[in-house]
């Protein structure tokens, strides 16, 4: 054998691993969105952006090029295969490209034992496979290199869902020492604590509560969206202290039991259902699933313990039956719409929703409550928010006057509808953070009620509805239709049926525009509107869910 061929595999080797650790990066990314989830990541693998992408097929076209010519120069067949897995890699290399990170990979402690753990697997591989080029018959060898240069994305994936496996052990041991700290701390800082779960309007409503009740009560919300059990114990361990004497936590779920395991944690006094809808139903398969993962923070409440749930949909109405049938102290609220009667103990109506927020009247027959109320924030989903925030004040023995006072100033929920304060000659509504079933239709409200000469709306529509998922998109469009002058579409799974909305709705071809990244949908809106218009940015979905963009790299 060519004294050639061991430096040859080497440098091939070296290559290729540069090319998998690039890959590995952005399949990490993608791992961490979908919360280290194997079998939604391996699915989200499955697409032909990633397993035929470009830099597979050159590689392969290069690799196969190569070991033409070892097939021809039997002499130098060694060289030319250790040549083929070179030039293939290193082909690749220059073309490997992926769409700009909208949200970059985060190096929790979680992710660098991942990556470590991956990257000592990826070195195994890559010497497994310069070792059989090297001593295995020529045709495993050509086999070898053509596996290499046409399974670089898959293998990148196969490596981090392998030492996610590797990892488990180790993870399993850390979990349960933070969730023992946080349960020490919980019991000894003993607050009480206010659960809000929902299908939707988690977040706002936890915040617009914490604003209602730290003027008279030290409070403390969980951070951001920390709503899962890993996320939640994180906050009791770092954030929790003798002095908070209300721990809001928002809880959610993407399977059954989970929260049921964030209650056995923090063992809530009070809790808040503020929406049962099709949200993640791709994940759970029926809204009953949902609704029944909803309840486990019901069933965690003791005796004494107050259930506040939104009533205003069939599943609502079904929970609270059955928490009626278990002898729970619920407190149903819903919203009246055009002075419809409602069947709930608390009721907001005569709602009117203008571009500087809303007004209603809220009212609880039973407490002797009837109040007029009117609050800053935009949407009439923030109506129900307030709603269950000024329930839960009364419910832990607060002044719900001192509570309409304080709501009168309270301050917009970041990307849940909020204008935007610097954004030059237009008017910007930024509800990016996620979307609903109800919400969108909310934001259309809203940006209908604002002054403009023209409307914008910029979104990629609704994901993770399951079933119901492309006809909500339609009814999303035909709205859409009626309110706005242009509508940008950015690229996604859900395009195709917003689209088919928007034309359902009336609106003309040269009015509906799919782009790709949001640097081309930021372009068009400035070639398109004028001084005066008014946007609305609704939902900006995470990177597993938009195609590639040719011109970004990574």
Excluded at 91 to 99: D, G, K, L, S, Y
Excluded at 143 to 157: C, P
Excluded at 489 to 503: E, F, H, P, W, Y
Aim: proline share 4%; net charge neutral; hydrophobic share 50%.
């Amino acid at each position: 054998m060519s004294p050639l061929v061991g430096p040859l595999v080497a440098a091939a080797a070296i290559v290729w691993l540069i090319l998998i650790f690039r890959i590995v990066l952005v399949a990490a990314r993608m791992f961490q969105i979908e919360e280290y989830e194997s079998v939604r990541f391996l699915r989200w693998g499955l697409t032909r952006e990633w397993l035929a992408h470009r830099t597979v097929w050159l590689g392969l076209l290069v690799g196969a090029v190569a070991l033409s010519v070892a097939a021809i120069l039997p002499a130098g067949r060694p060289v030319a295969i250790a040549v083929a897995w070179l030039v293939s890699a290193a082909a690749a290399q220059f073309t490997w490209r992926w769409t700009s990170p909208k949200r970059p990979l985060v190096m929790t402690a979680r992710m660098r034992r991942l990556l470590i753990a991956g990257g000592f697997l990826a070195v195994l591989l890559a010497a497994g496979l310069a070792l059989g080029i090297v001593a295995l018959h020529p045709i495993v060898s050509v086999i070898l290199v053509l596996i290499a240069a046409g399974l670089v994305t898959g293998l990148s994936e196969i490596l981090l869902v392998a030492a996610n496996v590797v990892t488990k052990p180790a993870e399993s041991r850390i979990r349960r020492h933070y969730l023992a700290l946080a349960s020490e701390r919980i019991r000894m800082v003993d607050p009480v604590v206010v659960a809000v779960a929902g299908s939707f309007g988690k977040t706002s409503t936890k915040q617009i509560l914490a604003q209602l009740l730290q003027p008279y009560v030290n409070t403390l919300p969980t951070r951001k969206s920390f709503n899962t059990l890993m996320g939640v114990s994180r906050v009791i361990n770092e954030d929790l202290t003798p002095e908070n004497r209300i721990f809001i936590v928002e809880m959610d779920a993407y399977a059954p039991g989970e929260i049921a395991a964030i209650s056995d944690l923090v063992h809530p006094r009070v809790a808040i259902i503020t929406a049962i809808g099709p949200q993640h139903m791709e994940r759970f398969g029926s809204l009953d699933r949902i609704a029944g993962a909803l309840y486990e923070v019901a069933s965690a409440l003791p005796a004494d313990g107050t259930l506040i749930l939104y009533t205003g949909d069939e599943s609502g109405v079904a929970v609270a039956q059955r928490a009626r049938a278990e002898q729970r102290r619920l407190i149903r609220y819903a919203l009246a719409t055009d002075g419809d009667a409602v069947d709930a103990d608390v009721v907001a109506s005569a709602i009117r929703i203008d571009s500087h927020g809303a007004t209603f009247r809220w009212r609880w027959e039973s407490e002797g409550l009837d109040r007029e109320v009117a609050i800053p924030l935009l949407g009439r989903h923030q109506v129900a928010n307030v709603s269950a925030a000024f329930v839960a004040v009364v419910t832990l023995g607060y002044s719900i006057d001192e509570a309409i006072n304080a709501a009168a100033s309270l301050e917009q929920v970041e990307h849940r509808l909020q204008v935007m304060a610097s954004a030059g000659p237009l008017t910007v509504i930024d509800d990016s953070y996620n979307a609903n079933p109800v919400g969108v239709h909310n934001g259309l409200e809203v940006l209908a009620a604002m002054s403009g000469a023209h409307k914008f709306l910029i979104t990629p529509g609704l994901v993770e509805l399951g079933s119901v998922e492309d006809d909500e998109n339609r009814r999303y469009g035909e709205h859409a239709a009626k309110v706005c002058d242009h509508v940008i579409v950015m690229s996604a799974k859900t395009s195709a049926a917003l689209c088919a909305g928007l034309r359902e709705g009336g609106m003309s071809d040269d009015s509906i525009h799919v782009v790709e990244t949001l640097d081309d949908a930021t372009r068009l809106l400035q070639s398109l509107s004028r001084p005066g218009d008014v946007v609305l940015f609704a939902n900006d979905l995470p990177d597993t869910y938009m195609p590639v963009a040719r011109a970004a790299r990574t």
